[in-house]
């Protein structure tokens, strides 16, 4: 008979997931589907299902406890005790490999479970000694598991209300090196995208999703969880900020959502999408933590918010945008690691529909949001030159006659440039309002002022004045200066502006005016 090694143990441990604030996804996830069944059961109403975190980061302790179904006195030993043997059901149940519940061995010295169901005057408690755990597994000799198991594990009883119902995780003295997982501000901020929970009530979008998910008969499951008594919700906001010195600003926002299904040549839904229409400014920053589509499956999230990246037409793609991407399909079925689906049929068919989308669809809006705000932006050039040469006309004065010359060269340029940038506004199809496309167009055209812009780039010229005695120099107010002074100044003026930045030569240039009248 074959022995099953202590290897599998470190595999399913300590080797199992590369963040270790993984274990709080790995707990909630079994809490909600027993709070699932305490639904199905009677036990509990839909609203009241809780999942409580404590985290006390002094003593190093944190307690993942739900008020669900809790677990039969007579079934604790085979439900909890066994290694990845679970009666759940694959694609229908959040978790069914049996294997979750060890994550927390990585991270502490002392595990604990506690437990009791509704109607027994009994808890159930397995308390596992995770320190000698490792200890045996890096020991030089060939434990079998379940010398490990029986090693480290011990099994008590305790009295208990009989209207008490629930499941608790306890982990006693977090290693020194998971500190992580006893910062409360770390640990809201990875459930708040990872976690099954509902959208913060100030995304006022939110409503749309729900909308949507009913209308194709897909239901969002969602669940109070909380931290130190603080309920958790999906962080999305309509504004997307980026670092302005010390603080934060506003540079885009959120204006509608729109919505995609993906489906197999029956007209089953194998998943669905809701992205976030913006401006498209720039790939949206880190400190945006909603950031990047999400791939979630029964609402959780699996891997990071790149796990999508690679189906874009360039990796940057994926950080143009906000959404969630949801597994409907139950042949979808999360891998161990929980970062991605498992290989097969329909991931394959799941990954070809999202990248012809991505490819489609998605990488045009971005593109052409850029080519939008760059024929904008082409239109407002041509007024800053404008405005640039009357203002040296009427107030500065011009170097040389050179300098003159090239701002009147750049202002036919930009006009030309300007022209052809309205002609192909004018060619956008406006027919169909509703697309993305024209969403993002327009959402552009509201922060440039559009109609306002083109009339005042169509109506605004500059005369140029070609008689020397009228034309204004900077030299010109030098009076104290001979005739070959002011030649001389001026060279050195023309030198000063093709070598230093146009903003310096300026203050140059305004000094030597000042000391020079």
Request: net charge neutral; glycine share 4%.
């Amino acid at each position: 008979m074959a022995t099953v090694g202590k290897n599998i143990l470190d595999n399913l441990t300590t080797g199992m997931y590369a963040d270790s604030k993984v274990i709080y996804r790995e707990y909630i996830q079994n809490a909600c589907d027993q709070i699932d069944l305490a639904i199905k059961l009677g036990i509990l109403s839909p609203d009241e299902g809780n999942v409580d975190i404590y985290i006390d980061s002094k003593k190093r302790y944190i307690s993942i406890k739900d008020n669900a179904t809790g677990v039969r006195a007579a079934n604790f030993i085979e439900d909890v005790g066994d290694i990845a043997n679970s009666n759940k059901e694959i694609g229908k149940n959040k978790g069914f490999r049996g294997i979750g519940r060890l994550c927390g061995l990585a991270y502490c010295k002392t595990l604990k479970f506690t437990t009791s169901y509704l109607g027994e005057s009994i808890k159930s408690i397995m308390t596992c000694d995770a320190q000698k755990m490792r200890a045996m597994l890096v020991e030089n000799k060939k434990y079998t598991l379940d010398e490990i198991w029986d090693a480290i594990v011990a099994y008590t009883t305790d009295v208990e209300n009989e209207n008490e119902h629930y499941f608790e995780v306890e982990m006693f003295d977090i290693n020194k090196e998971n500190t992580d997982l006893l910062d409360d501000a770390k640990v809201r901020e990875y459930l708040s995208f990872v976690a099954p929970v509902p959208y913060k009530n100030t995304f006022i979008l939110r409503n749309k999703i729900y909308d949507y998910a009913n209308s194709i008969g897909y239901h969002i499951d969602e669940y109070c969880v909380r931290v130190n008594g603080s309920q958790i919700f999906k962080e999305y906001t309509t504004k997307l900020k980026e670092q302005s010195g010390a603080a934060l600003k506003n540079y885009d926002e959120i204006s509608r959502l729109e919505f995609k299904d993906f489906r197999d040549n029956s007209g089953n839904l194998i998943a669905w999408m809701w992205i976030g229409l913006s401006r498209f400014e720039k790939q949206i920053p880190s400190i945006n933590h909603m950031r990047g589509l999400r791939v979630r499956s029964a609402n959780i999230q699996l891997g990071n918010d790149d796990a999508l990246q690679p189906l874009f037409k360039e990796n940057r793609g994926n950080y143009y945008f906000v959404g969630e991407v949801f597994a409907a399909s139950r042949n979808l079925i999360p891998n161990s690691q929980r970062n991605y689906f498992n290989e097969n049929e329909t991931r394959v068919l799941f990954e070809d529909l999202l990248r012809e989308y991505f490819f489609d669809v998605l990488h045009k809006l971005y593109y052409e949001a850029n080519r939008v705000k760059n024929d904008y932006k082409r239109q407002e050039e041509y007024l800053s030159k404008v405005a640039e040469y009357q203002k040296k006309e009427q107030e500065k004065g011009f170097v040389n006659e050179e300098e003159r010359q090239k701002l009147q060269f750049d202002i036919d340029r930009a006009k030309k440039s300007a022209e052809e940038a309205r002609k192909r506004l004018d060619k956008l199809d406006s027919s169909d309002s509703a697309s993305p496309l024209s969403e993002v167009r327009k959402s552009i055209g509201k922060k440039y002022a559009a109609d306002a812009l083109k009339k005042k780039a169509e109506t605004t010229t500059v005369a140029t004045n070609d008689d020397d005695k009228k034309k204004p120099f900077v030299t010109t107010g030098m009076s104290k200066l001979s005739r070959s002074e002011r030649k001389l100044v001026g060279k050195i003026l023309s030198i000063i502006t093709d070598i230093a930045p146009k903003d310096i030569a300026e203050q140059i240039i305004t000094k030597i005016k000042e000391e020079m009248r």
